[in-house]
């Protein structure tokens, strides 16, 4: 059974650090890229990042891009997401979730959630004083 499970999510101060793991179960994950993605109550789940299967390839959104850097040991079976200098727009649930499409369809979509699935449960963070 394809599964990812998210963790690593907490409370921190603005301007902390946090790192979040996606682990990856039931397939091989450096045949499959990973997004990451947010979400807070009411609002659209939006893409955070991604990764290309074998790493080479990283895309961020505006709002994280210089602060959050996405990363993959594909022989722990596990996508990473360090995120510093956190601000409070950040609190969210973060998801990871594999993308169904190849390289070209994910330099044009990478940040479409309709283009993933397998979503796992979401982790929780928090930046508050």
């Known amino acids: 059974q394809v599964q990812v499970v998210e963790s690593g999510g907490g409370l921190v101060q603005p301007g902390g650090s946090l790192r979040l793991s996606c682990a990856a179960s039931?397939?091989?994950?450096?045949?499959?890229?990973i997004g990451w993605f947010r979400q807070c109550p009411g609002k659209e789940r939006e893409g955070v990042s991604s990764?290309?299967?074998?790493?080479?390839?990283?895309f961020y959104s505006d709002s994280v891009k210089g602060r959050f850097t996405i990363s993959r040991d594909n022989s722990k079976n596990t996508v990473y997401l360090q995120m510093n200098d956190l601000k409070p727009e950040d609190t969210a649930v973060y998801y990871c979730?594999?993308?169904?499409?190849?390289?070209?369809?994910?330099?044009?979509?990478?940040?479409?959630?309709?283009?993933?699935?397998?979503w796992g449960q979401g982790t929780q963070v928090t930046v508050s004083s």
């Open positions: 990764i290309t299967n074998s790493g080479g390839t990283t």
């Open positions: 039931g397939f091989t994950l450096d045949t499959k890229h």
């Open positions: 979730a594999l993308f169904r499409g190849n390289f070209l369809r994910l330099t044009h979509l990478w940040s479409w959630a309709g283009e993933y699935e397998s």
